[in-house]
């Protein structure tokens, strides 16, 4: 295997630095608190249509039609007549409009879960971050399911429903499951010119005070410094570890702060505070089981090459791991290197586990250059198991790992249509989609994430 770095062994807990990646799966490093934007200005004087909605698209906004022209519809549901307040006419082929009424409600309609997001309150103030609050559960769950299977046959060419699953409510018994409230162990709130704290309002950089967060976990609802001035500050991270240290970080900065530990499954995993974990507390136990139990033991071979891409803190190695025994073999690769040092530490038990720093194209390059003939045999029986940043793996990761020809992969996503795109080129690969999963671990938002195995065109 290419080393760009030596493995990380296990180190002592320490404050970490470094930028964001995604693949250290739960924590986001912070933006620079202090990097001016520009509000979006109140839109009061555009243009008030009657629009009858059609469908939700990738994004989770409502589609409608006005003459001829697309118009994209916050807060509205499929199959109701709303009056919307156009708020961004710039484009010629679509406009953009916030519901000010609806006219003909949906029976999916219910009260907003968050008061202060109600239609009932001026656009430009309701806080963003809930924008399907308004949908009862079961239906947010199916339009998340349409919009996979239209990103699915739009992309990758497959015809493929699947249910969205909500979390087990044995993961997460504190979370209201009815309302899809209760849920978020991390959430950042910001701070203006004036030292207000809250949410940026929906689709801009304004921050709104709100006096509730119903979303987060009661922890971070008792802490939240709502309704405080904060002068000269530009972020305020909420962040609630299953570890129980609840804490309010004003500033982070780049910095990573101490080290926390998550459980999943009863198996405990280090990670630096301000590093990526889910944030649903039922979130990592949901994608590890999936994982799991995706990988086909027929084909799992524990002595081959087998790869962990994009691996964090090493959960989704951990859970191959824990599946096949502590003999298996399995690189975790990992740009991020503070993630590298934590994902060594929590695989220390498996003899044949390795976390190397690197980032995944590069390292894949790497690897295609330098593998001797064995190496590739190795390859050819390995499982890959790929968890890549929203926007997807991307056409030169796809194509250099199927070049591999791995004998499956097993891919999370937590976008549709960055899924979809990544499937169709390993089709034209010859890779196919066998198995897809779906669950709801961002309740009352438009975000759905996937679980998928692909195996080799026969």
């Known amino acids: ?29 912070p933006r620079d608190s202090r990097n001016p934007r520009t509000p979006r200005p109140p839109a009061t004087d555009g243009p008030v249509l009657e629009l009858d909605v059609e469908r939700i698209a990738h994004g989770g906004i409502a589609v409608a039609h006005h003459e001829g022209r697309v118009v994209f519809v916050a807060d509205a549901i499929p199959g109701e007549r709303v009056r919307a307040r156009v708020t961004d006419a710039a484009k010629e082929r679509f406009w953009r409009a916030d519901t000010v009424e609806v006219l003909d409600a949906s029976p999916d309609r219910r ?51 699947v249910a969205v699953e909500p979390v087990d409510e044995t993961l997460a018994p504190d979370v209201d499951a009815e309302a899809g409230t209760g849920w978020r162990t991390r959430v950042r709130l910001h701070v203006d010119a004036d030292g207000c ?63 926390v530990h998550e459980v999943v499954d009863g198996r405990r995993f280090r990670l630096d505070r301000g590093g990526f974990w889910q944030v649903h507390r039922g979130a990592a136990a949901t994608l590890s089981r999936a994982v799991r139990d995706l990988v086909d033991a027929d084909r799992f071979d524990p002595r081959a090459a087998n790869l962990d891409l994009y691996g964090g803190v090493g959960l989704l190695a951990a859970a ?9 073999r399995i690189t975790s690769v990992e740009a991020d290197e503070r993630a590298t040092d934590h994902a060594a530490a929590n695989l220390a038990e498996w003899v044949g586990a390795r976390a190397e720093t690197g980032r995944v194209d590069r390292w894949l390059a ?8 064995e190496l590739r045999s190795r390859l050819r029986g390995a499982t890959v198991v790929l968890d890549p940043p929203r ?25 549709p249509v960055a899924l979809a795109r990544d499937l169709g080129t390993f089709r034209e690969h010859g890779y196919e989609l066998e198995e897809l999963r779906a669950f709801d671990l961002f309740p009352n938002t438009h975000h759905v994430e996937a679980v998928a195995r692909l195996g080799a065109i026969v």
């Open 111 to 161: 009260e907003h879960v968050w008061a202060e997001a109600s239609i009932d309150r001026a656009p430009e103030h309701r806080p963003g971050g809930a924008e399907f609050g308004h949908i009862r559960m079961a239906r947010q769950r199916e339009l998340k399911a349409d919009v996979l299977a239209e990103a699915l046959a739009r992309f990758a060419g497959v015809e493929r429903s």
């Open 391 to 415: 926007s997807g793996a991307g056409r030169e990761v796809v194509e250099r790992l199927a070049a591999l020809r791995p004998a499956q992969l097993v891919y999370v996503a937590c976008d």
């Open 197 to 259: 704290v809250g949410p940026y309002a929906a689709r801009s950089h304004l921050v709104v005070p709100v006096a509730s967060l119903p979303l987060a976990v009661a922890e971070l609802q008792e802490m939240a410094p709502l309704g405080a001035e904060l002068p000269g500050s530009g972020v305020v991270d909420l962040v609630a570890p299953s570890d129980g240290r609840a804490e309010v970080v004003v500033d982070p900065g780049s910095a990573r702060g101490p080290v």
């Open 320 to 328: 191959v791991g824990d599946r096949f025994g502590e003999t298996v």
């Open 366 to 373: 790497e690897l295609d250059a330098s593998a001797d003939r």
């Open 1 to 29: 295997m290419p080393r760009p770095k030596q493995p990380r062994r296990p180190a002592d807990d320490q404050p970490g630095r470094g930028d964001r990646s995604r693949s250290q799966r739960g924590a986001r490093s």
